[in-house]
């Protein structure tokens, strides 16, 4: 089985800052892409940001400059560096990411439960 867990959300004041991480487990073989994606009451899911097993990356329009993905491929484990957060930050974050278990059958798509993320004075 194999699972990803997130940790580091909370309520911060419009300007602050948090970090988020999440760590896959179980019985992983490799990982493909990693990433963060947020979704708002009363709206879609949305990327936040991906990293790739060589570290490419990619963030959406709303976050550039003000947040930073970062992965450690030794410890399956991603981070969500966020500054000079926004009112319209906040949102549920799930950690997402492509995975072959230890059964290579395959890349699967697998979603952590999402750690609530609150920007508000």
């Known amino acids: 089985q194999v699972q990803l867990v997130e940790s580091g959300g909370g309520l911060v004041q419009p300007g602050g800052s948090l970090r988020l991480s999440c760590a896959a487990s179980?019985?992983?073989?490799?990982?493909?892409?990693m990433g963060w994606y947020r979704q708002a009451p009363g709206k879609q899911r949305e990327l936040v940001a991906t990293i790739t097993s060589g570290s490419s990356t990619n963030y959406a329009d709303s976050v550039k400059g003000r947040f930073t993905i970062s992965r450690d491929n030794a410890k399956n484990t991603i981070d969500l560096q966020m500054n000079s957060l926004k009112p319209e930050d906040t949102a549920v974050y799930y950690c997402?990411?492509?995975?072959?278990?230890?059964?290579?059958?395959?890349?699967?798509?697998?979603w952590g439960q999402g750690t609530q993320v609150t920007v508000s004075s």
């Open positions: 179980g019985r992983i073989f490799t990982i493909n892409t």
């Open positions: 997402n990411a492509a995975i072959m278990s230890s059964s290579l059958v395959g890349f699967l798509n697998y």
